[in-house]
Nanobody, 121 residues
């Protein structure tokens, strides 16, 4: 059973930065590596939205709302996906989740517990 473990969230002031991590525990690298990995977020009262995804260093995609501020990356040897977030604003407040994507762009595994990011002064 795959378990996605997100961490790195917290309270940050507007304009600040955070780095989120997602570790795919109980997953062997031969399963981890071929997947396209992604970060989603869900703000209070809103639906979960796709924020960024990564296949390789040169194949990364971002939602318009985070382009130029967020950077997604992955470390296949550690089975970990990262989201470096900078110039954060209150609109980035949400619970952040990671997941792999199916071939038609849907989340592949059961969701983890997520990590809360709160941007507030």
């Amino acid at each position: 059973q795959v378990q996605l473990v997100e961490s790195g969230g917290g309270l940050v002031q507007p304009g600040g930065s955070l780095r989120l991590s997602c570790w795919a525990s109980r997953m062997i690298t031969s399963v981890f590596n071929p997947n396209r990995w992604s970060w989603y977020r869900q703000a209070p009262g809103k639906e979960r939205e796709l924020v960024a995804s990564v296949m390789t260093y040169s194949d990364r995609k971002y939602a318009d709302s985070v382009k130029g501020r967020f950077t997604i990356s992955r470390d296949n040897t550690r089975k970990t996906v990262y989201l470096q977030m900078s110039n954060l604003g209150p609109e980035d407040t949400a619970v952040y989740y990671c997941n792999a994507l199916t071939s038609n762009g849907q989340p592949k595994y059961d969701w983890g517990q997520g990590t809360q990011v709160t941007v507030s002064s």
